[in-house]
């Protein structure tokens, strides 16, 4: 049985960090493109980074370009997102996500494609 089981989140002050987890189970995780989305009350989904399978490139979404980090570690199954300079407009609940991925240097801001799903965590940051 598959599973994503996220951590990390908290209630932080703006201008402060947090480093999300999300370990893996059941899937062949290097294999994997991975991702990372939020969302915020009210708000639809947003794709927030995704890393390729070998960690060699990732891509983030412009609002979170230069303080987020996606990484991976796949000895441990686990992808990684450290946020830093946390916003009030940051708050959300925090998923990750896993695409099986054919090309190692496959990425992808999808949601759709991406066909399993952790049970997210919650960034919530004061002003």
């Known amino acids: 049985q598959v599973q994503l089981v996220e951590s990390g989140g908290g209630l932080v002050q703006a201008g402060g960090s947090l480093s999300l987890s999300c370990k893996t189970y059941?899937?062949?995780?290097?294999?994997?493109?991975m991702g990372w989305f939020r969302q915020a009350p009210g708000k639809e989904q947003e794709f927030v980074a995704t890393?390729?399978?070998?960690?060699?490139?990732?891509d983030y979404a412009d609002s979170v370009k230069g303080r987020f980090t996606i990484s991976r570690d796949n000895a441990k199954n686990t992808v990684y997102l450290q946020i830093n300079n946390l916003k009030p407009e940051d708050t959300a609940v925090y998923y990750c996500?896993?695409?099986?991925?054919?090309?190692?240097?496959?990425?992808?801001?999808?949601?759709?494609?991406?066909?399993?799903w952790g049970q997210g965590t919650q960034v919530t940051v004061s002003s």
């Open positions: 996500a896993a695409d099986f991925a054919p090309r190692q240097f496959d990425t992808n801001r999808r949601a759709s494609a991406y066909g399993y």
């Open positions: 059941g899937l062949s995780f290097s294999t994997y493109t």
């Open positions: 890393i390729s399978r070998n960690g060699g490139i990732a």
